[in-house]
């Protein structure tokens, strides 16, 4: 698992007992974590000042991340494992998708769940604003949750893979990224589409024609919401 802090200046590998924190300018690791349970999440916060972890235990910690870690809060997810984990904009409240199938709002301060959601089967989760998050669920479909709405279940679907609107070149697209990300070991930001395209034009027999970008700006709002969320650094 490899987590990427929103300034691209951190970057952690998590192996699942440890964690190596890399400087990205240096390309010097400057910490590590050693946990005795299993890690099966992380992420770090929009300022890059906290780090967020889901163990194999259930248990969940947040360290104060400053060149060294220090504990900061640890929760008890309460019937499931973090498999997916996002901090807040205002770097308060932490969002988690458990194994038993439900999402989770934590407010970090006061260590209390603020909202829960009953939802399928997640693979990654993210906050839109202070009142709205995206679920990515297993079948590549994203949902979109109200934290406001007085009923449990307000869902806006956002986009499928599996829509019709995704023409040949847009599923090639698709196809590339997923493929950069198992190759290379890490996600595309909106900078390298170059590099994208120069290991897939010498290795892959990418047509010199084919732009990326182009058919990246191509896409609805809908089908990008849905590509960022799955192949894009945050």
């Given at each position: ?5 929103q ?8 192996n ?8 990205l ?9 050693v ?9 770090f ?28 809060n640890?929760?008890?997810a309460?019937?499931?494992?973090a ?48 009142q ?9 479909r ?5 934290l ?11 986009a ?5 609107y ?19 070991g ?20 990418l ?13 609805t ?14």
């Amino acid at each position: 698992h490899i987590c990427v802090s929103q300034n691209n200046e951190k970057c952690a590998f998590v192996n699942d007992f440890s964690i190596k924190f890399v400087d990205l300018v240096s390309g010097k690791i400057t910490n590590v974590f050693v946990s005795e349970e299993k890690i099966k999440s992380c992420c770090f916060s929009k300022d890059g000042k906290m780090f967020a972890c889901g163990f194999e235990n259930g248990k969940m910690s947040i360290f104060s991340f400053n060149g060294s870690y220090k504990i900061l809060n640890t929760f008890i997810a309460h019937g499931g494992v973090a498999t997916s984990l996002e901090f807040s904009a205002d770097n308060n409240k932490l969002l988690v998708a458990l194994t038993n199938r439900t999402l989770k709002v934590w407010d970090i301060k006061f260590q209390k769940v603020i909202k829960s959601f009953l939802n399928r089967k997640t693979v990654r989760v993210m906050f839109v604003n202070s009142q709205s998050i995206f679920n990515l669920l297993s079948d590549g479909r994203v949902e979109k949750w109200c934290l406001a709405s007085k009923y449990e279940r307000s869902i806006e679907r956002m986009a499928s893979f599996h829509d019709e609107y995704w023409n040949a070149d847009k599923l090639f697209l698709l196809y590339i990224l997923y493929s950069f990300k198992s190759i290379c070991g890490n996600k595309v930001t909106l900078t390298n589409f170059r590099d994208v395209e120069r290991v897939f034009t010498k290795n892959y027999f990418l047509p010199k024609n084919f732009e990326l970008k182009k058919i990246y700006n191509s896409l609805t709002k809908e089908q990008s919401f849905l590509v960022n969320l799955c192949f894009f650094t945050r």
